[in-house]
């Protein structure tokens, strides 16, 4: 497709749109009559998305958010090249490799970290609704966790992206503090450098 297309242009196909009406059914029972604020990628996907959730219009704040794109993976129209680029990733490390003309995970990092410092400022309003969904890609889902939770590298590079329309909730404890409904897959262990890992 990113040979024909570019990558923000991309559509649900209509098992996307599957996946997303199953996800919002799960949402509307979640939030129930409670108020949104939601925050959504500029892709036309992520947009598509958040329209087969079927969220009341009348409970729900919208903003689209340019910080939580995904990833930009460069000039993708070559076939060879793209095959290049990946293995080239894979063996330099996901989160540093930057793509010819893209970005790495790092970068993703520092505007999902932008994003983040906006978003508590957002909770200082009195009239901030009591729940925020994000609407977003796998890659800029993890990068958020790794922010929220200071994971390291290590950790980040040893989890898989969830798979569309996925949920992963952050859940406020007893304790003020949140946690992850569930984990990310792992798909190995994590190879610290140090003493950090």
């Known amino acids: 497709m990113y040979e024909r297309e570019p990558d923000h242009a991309l559509a649900l196909t209509d098992r996307g749109r599957r996946q997303a009406e199953a996800t919002g059914e799960q949402l509307r029972e979640l939030f129930g009559d409670e108020r949104v604020s939601v925050y959504v990628s500029p892709y036309r996907r992520t947009h598509e998305t958040l329209r087969a959730f079927r969220l009341d219009p009348g409970r729900i704040r919208v903003r689209e958010e340019p910080r939580l794109r995904e990833q930009d993976w460069g000039n993708w129209q070559d ?22 003309q893209g970005e790495s995970g ?19 309003d009195p009239g901030h609704p009591p729940n925020v969904l994000i609407v977003t890609h796998g890659l800029a889902m993890r990068l958020f966790c790794m922010r929220w939770f ?25 304790d003020g503090k949140y946690t992850l409904d569930r984990p990310f897959d792992r798909w190995r262990d994590p190879e610290p450098y140090g003493i950090s890992g």
């Open 79 to 100: 076939r060879d090249e793209v095959r290049l680029q990946k293995a080239y990733r894979d063996a330099y490390g996901h989160f540093f490799y930057r793509f010819a």
């Open 150 to 174: 200071h994971w390291t590298v290590a950790e980040f590079e040893s989890l898989s992206n969830p798979g569309n329309g996925e949920v992963r909730m952050l859940v406020l404890g007893d």
């Open 106 to 124: 790092a970068d993703v990092y520092d505007r999902v970290g932008g994003f983040l410092e906006s978003l508590f400022r957002s909770f200082e």
